[in-house]
């Protein structure tokens, strides 16, 4: 890359890296470090991050099989550190969230949920989880949630932190929040209404109706169902088959497709088109383009 291109490479990522700031520091104001400590009073399972270098996808697991991959504090906190590692990944292309054990995640760990439930400690476990959810999702790699099993409440949402979602054919997504006198709080209701539209997400959170892959798929919830259950073993392999046909090419070349469609999504048209120049000028005149250039392909 030149200098020139380095230089505005630096820029974007420098703009993205300042959204994210702001994401830490929105709403209350105050420092997430209350809630740190309180989290990490609830120990027990892990997120672990697998970073394949070779192809450039990295695996994000959800593990704590013995509660259905619910997520316990200290798991919210080690999520929140491995998107922090992928925000760096610069080789990276694309990241793929499974469950271990052949199912997704039942959300919140119950027992956090009941230890929390004063409505202050309440906000700021969501503050902490939007704001590593907003982060996820606005990674410059391509995001799949594999859907195994059940996503059940907060693992729902965190269906809908990822680009896409695939789906094994015993797969669900269920938003159960309202059988537990709840709303999404992780930020999944602002992403479903994005992602469903508003009609089909009051349905979905008004209902806790149940989604299986063909609904999902129809109401444009689910990407593709991967034809084999849960707990095979083989859904990783067509998760990556699947993701191979968006993956060709080079990392920064990925990456920036991601970083546009981020800025077109969440930016105003002038700042989003202001963006998508500056990530342009990272790729333009680069060792894709001028290779690109010289093959003078044809796009038949
Ligand atoms: C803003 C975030 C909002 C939230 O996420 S609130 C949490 C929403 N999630 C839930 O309410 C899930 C409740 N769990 C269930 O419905 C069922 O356990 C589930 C997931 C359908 C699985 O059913 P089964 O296959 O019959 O298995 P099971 O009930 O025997 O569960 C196996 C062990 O896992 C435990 N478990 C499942 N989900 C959990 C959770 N979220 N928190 C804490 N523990 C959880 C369950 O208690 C059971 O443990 P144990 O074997 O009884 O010790």
Same mark, same amino acid.
């Not at 709403?27 to 997430?32: F, R, W």
């Given at each position: 890359m030149s200098v020139c291109g380095a230089a505005r490479c630096r820029g974007a990522v420098r703009r993205i890296l300042q959204q994210n700031r702001a994401v830490c520091s929105h +709403? =209350?104001? =105050? +420092?997430?470090e209350g809630i740190r400590e309180k989290l990490q009073a609830f120990p027990g399972g892990s997120v672990e991050l697998q970073k394949q270098r070779d192809s450039g996808v990295a695996l994000l697991t959800v593990n704590n099989p013995a509660r259905m991959n619910a997520f316990s504090g200290s798991m919210m906190l080690e999520l929140e550190q491995r998107v922090r590692e992928l925000e760096t990944w610069t080789e990276g292309k694309a990241v793929i969230v499974q469950g271990a054990a052949g199912t997704f995640c039942s959300g919140s760990d119950l027992n956090a949920v009941r230890a929390l439930a004063n409505p202050h400690d309440g906000m700021k476990m969501c503050e902490f989880m939007q704001n590593t959810l907003t982060r996820l999702l606005r990674l410059p790699l391509i995001s799949v949630a594999l859907v195994e099993g059940r996503a059940l409440g907060g693992g729902a949402e965190l269906t809908t932190a990822c680009d896409f979602r695939l789906m094994t054919s015993d797969g669900v997504i269920q938003f159960v929040h309202k059988h537990m006198g709840l709303v999404p709080g992780w930020g999944g209701a602002a992403r479903l209404v994005r992602i469903v539209g508003s009609q089909n997400a009051l349905k979905l959170l008004s209902g806790a109706k149940k989604v299986d892959p063909d609904t999902g798929k129809q109401m444009g919830l689910v990407d593709e169902v991967l034809h084999c259950s849960s707990g095979e073993g083989n859904a990783l392999s067509h998760a990556e088959r699947w993701l191979g046909q968006f993956i060709q090419g080079p990392a920064p070349v990925i990456q920036a497709a991601k970083r546009v469609v981020v800025s077109g999504r969440e930016l105003p048209l002038d700042e989003a088109l202001q963006t998508e120049r500056s990530v342009f000028g990272t790729v333009w005149g680069g060792p894709a383009n001028l290779e690109a250039l010289a093959l003078k392909p044809k796009h038949k």
């Open positions: +709403t =209350s104001g =105050s +420092t997430p």
